[in-house]
């Protein structure tokens, strides 16, 4: 039988509208043993989170996400506001037993993300951060093929992220649409936003980072604020590049800005390793290039690997060979993993504790920034 898990959505942005067409669609492609009811969804502003909630088919609506959290019919909770609500909405939801899906970065730094990893883990409920990149299923792929030893000894991790949506001086920063841009709400800049996704993936991929060199810089120094509506000090990193040592001996190469004109979400990533090669570009997210040094010797060349096939990860459950799926699909493949993992009792990752090595990673690279020096990432 089939149980009901009664999501309460907090947020209705870019994020929840994802999150909400993962849990409308999950069962239908994937056999699960719960099935999301889109329950409640809240924001401040009543006409628009109505709105939303009509569109979405949310059963009932609430303005102030207390309440959201201590009603008895929620299960779980999805946190998809700026970063400086994170942490205390994912407290109330330790504090009340519902389950929490939180929006990433983790939090604002590692001092909050930890007391998050510490009040879900004591109150023993379920917890997932949304670094959907990883379901990717070409990304999942490059998982498999590293764990399976194919790359051998890891040599270099380059990764990107890369938009350019910023480049306006004249674009104001705060408020629902520009809260990115705000110090104060997000916490910082690309690092949090863009490079924390780049982190995430090498993590998993690769292992620790121990410790980075970085450079920050804020390109536009003063906006408008949209809820001031005074020109104030921009407090985020407009670019930030780092560079570090993994644990395995690997050498990390990164770099993330809102400044690449002609760039809107360049996410790549390429592996180096003894015997092959991984690259990944989300602009062609269902496709894996590798390249086999073992290859024989006269076609030997990267192969641009089509990952749409019933044996790669996660395609059985969508159409047939050789049809492709797209960014929206990640969301629902973390949905399908998130409910596996509740009813097994082995969580599915990133965790907040998984997510939180990203956290304390951040913290390194903005460290450094600060004064150029390396610094090593503290692990807790
Ligand atoms: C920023 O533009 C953004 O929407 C990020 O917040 C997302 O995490 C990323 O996946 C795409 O870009």
């Given at each position: 039988m089939t149980k009901p898990l009664n999501i309460g959505m907090i947020g209705?942005?870019?994020?929840?509208?994802?999150?909400?067409?993962?849990?409308?669609?999950?069962?239908?492609?994937?056999?699960?043993?719960?099935?999301?009811?889109?329950?409640?969804?809240?924001?401040?502003?009543?006409?628009?989170?109505?709105?939303?909630?009509?569109?979405?088919?949310?059963?009932?609506?609430?303005?102030?996400?207390?309440?959201?959290?201590?009603?008895?019919?929620?299960?779980?909770?999805?946190?998809?506001?700026?970063?400086?609500?994170?942490?205390?909405?994912?407290?109330?939801?330790?504090?009340?037993?519902?389950?929490?899906?939180?929006?990433?970065?983790?939090?604002?730094?590692?001092?909050?993300?930890?007391?998050?990893?510490?009040?879900?883990?004591?109150?023993?409920?379920?917890?997932?951060?949304?670094?959907?990149?990883?379901?990717?299923?070409?990304?999942?792929?490059?998982?498999?093929?590293?764990?399976?030893?194919?790359?051998?000894?890891?040599?270099?991790?380059?990764?990107?992220?890369?938009?350019?949506?910023?480049?306006?001086?004249?674009?104001?920063?705060?408020?629902?649409?520009?809260?990115?841009?705000?110090?104060?709400?997000?916490?910082?800049?690309?690092?949090?936003?863009?490079?924390?996704?780049?982190?995430?993936?090498?993590?998993?991929?690769?292992?620790?980072?121990?410790?980075?060199?970085?450079?920050?810089?804020?390109?536009?120094?003063?906006?408008?604020?949209?809820?001031?509506?005074?020109?104030?000090?921009?407090g985020i990193d407009d670019a930030c590049i780092f560079f570090g040592r993994f644990a395995n001996g690997s050498l990390a190469n990164f770099e993330s800005t809102r400044y690449a004109r002609g760039h809107k979400a360049l996410y790549t990533f390429e592996i180096n390793g003894e015997h092959a090669s991984i690259f990944w570009d989300l602009h062609d997210l269902h496709r894996l290039q590798y390249f086999d040094h073992r290859d024989g010797g006269l076609t030997r060349g990267w192969r641009s690997v089509h990952v749409t096939d019933g044996e790669h990860p996660y395609m059985a459950n969508w159409w047939v060979p050789g049809l492709q799926i797209g960014y929206e699909h990640s969301f629902v493949h973390q949905v399908a993993d998130f409910i596996k993992g509740v009813a097994s009792g082995n969580l599915a990752q990133p965790t907040f504790r998984d997510a939180q090595r990203t956290g304390l990673v951040l913290d390194a690279v903005l460290a450094s920034a600060k004064t150029g020096q390396p610094v090593d990432v503290v692990r807790d």
């Open positions: 209705y942005g870019f994020m929840g509208r994802a999150h909400s067409n993962a849990y409308a669609k999950v069962n239908h492609f994937f056999d699960l043993p719960m099935r999301p009811v889109l329950k409640a969804a809240c924001g401040r502003d009543q006409a628009k989170v109505r709105a939303f909630a009509d569109r979405w088919s949310y059963e009932s609506v609430e303005t102030d996400w207390r309440k959201l959290v201590e009603r008895p019919d929620i299960d779980c909770v999805d946190i998809c506001v700026p970063n400086n609500l994170h942490k205390e909405i994912a407290l109330a939801c330790a504090a009340n037993k519902k389950m929490v899906l939180c929006e990433k970065p983790l939090a604002m730094n590692g001092a909050e993300g930890r007391e998050m990893v510490e009040a879900v883990e004591k109150a023993g409920v379920a917890n997932m951060v949304w670094y959907n990149y990883r379901r990717v299923p070409a990304v999942t792929l490059a998982k498999q093929l590293i764990d399976e030893g194919k790359l051998g000894r890891i040599f270099h991790y380059r990764a990107k992220f890369l938009q350019d949506w910023t480049i306006n001086p004249e674009l104001p920063q705060g408020g629902t649409a520009l809260w990115r841009l705000d110090v104060a709400a997000a916490g910082s800049g690309v690092s949090g936003d863009l490079l924390a996704h780049c982190i995430d993936t090498a993590l998993w991929l690769n292992g620790d980072l121990v410790s980075v060199t970085a450079l920050t810089e804020t390109f536009v120094k003063e906006r408008k604020h949209n809820l001031t509506g005074k020109v104030e000090k921009v």
